[in-house]
């Protein structure tokens, strides 16, 4: 789940996840995860490659 929210560990994971006050979860992440989950393979590649055209290194 960590690296399908982009975060660093599985320790980050759980802060979003356990404990007494959970962080909440940003719009940009959950969008993220979801994107992940519902485009297929070609469609994440056309946004990875627009990404690209306006700026990102990837």
């Not at 404990?19 to 940003?26: I, Y």
């Not at 940009?28 to 056309?46: C, G, K």
């Amino acid at each position: 789940m960590a690296d399908l929210a982009g975060v660093a560990s599985n320790s980050q994971w759980r802060k979003y996840t356990g404990g007494a006050e959970p962080r909440a979860m940003s719009p940009h992440i959950l969008f993220f995860m979801a994107a992940q989950l519902a485009l297929d393979d070609s469609e994440l590649t056309r946004v990875l490659d627009k990404m690209k055209e306006i700026g990102a290194s990837l």
